[in-house]
């Protein structure tokens, strides 16, 4: 029986057993003792048990909700552009991505770089044809899909990218961004938890969860 039978149940038991001592209250005035005795103790197991439901069923309501994350293309447009530093932290975004928002109670769905690959027809495809994206998505079974991206105009600052597509409607749900300036891991790490946080927080105002 799930959270919300309990609670229906506990609430028809409820009602059921007020209705029964007014009755019973009306036919017999003598039978506050009886009340007392019976129905109040169970009235209370009820609500106890309610209490104790609620209580124990913290999951969000979006929990189970599978989310597709792709790696994020590096687009750097500085007079050094692609470094080996760059190149690596980009490759480290995606699985970053995918664990914070695990964290957040989303099911990740995998997709391989072949997939990824298959589906794009050149840089930055994925990202600027949503309805292709979301076609990658429904074939690997996911209710959203996360086109990232790394964008890098200057050397002073670094923009993390994050483009939420519905794969049923393959519409965009929100297009959120991070911006970092400096290389340090902490940094990039904190950059993934806030762009995580606003994916969380587009996807529960899209699903009407807020």
């Known amino acids: 029986m799930s959270v919300r039978q309990h609670l229906l149940h506990c609430r028809r038991q409820i009602h059921s057993g007020s209705i029964e001592t007014a009755l ?3 036919q017999h005035p003598d039978a506050k003792d009886t009340f ?3 129905r109040i103790p169970r009235i209370f197991r009820c609500l ?3 209490a104790a439901l609620l209580f124990l069923y913290t999951g969000p309501l979006h929990a189970g909700v599978g989310i597709g994350v792709l790696d994020f293309e590096l687009k750097d447009i500085t007079s050094n552009p692609n470094t ?6 980009a490759a480290t975004l995606k699985p970053e991505l995918e664990r914070a928002l695990q964290q957040c109670r989303y099911d990740i769905v995998p997709i391989t770089a072949e997939q990824q ?3 794009a ?3 930055g495809y994925l990202y600027d044809h949503p309805d292709e994206a979301a076609v990658l998505g429904e074939t690997i079974g996911a209710r959203f899909i996360v086109v990232g991206r790394v964008s890098k105009p200057s050397f002073l600052f670094v923009h993390f990218l994050a483009r939420l597509v519905d794969v049923k409607t393959q519409k965009i749900v929100g297009d959120f961004v991070v911006e970092l300036k400096g290389k340090h891991i ?3 790490g904190k950059g993934i938890q806030r762009l995580a946080q606003q994916v969380d927080e ?3 105002r899209y699903l009407g969860l807020q």
């Open 24 to 26: 019973s209250l009306k």
């Open 36 to 38: 007392m005795s019976r």
């Open 48 to 50: 106890g048990i309610a």
């Open 84 to 89: 080996p530093d760059e190149t690596a932290r």
């Open 117 to 119: 690959t298959g589906a």
């Open 121 to 123: 027809k050149g840089a």
């Open 186 to 188: 902490e940094l990039t």
């Open 202 to 204: 587009g996807i529960r």
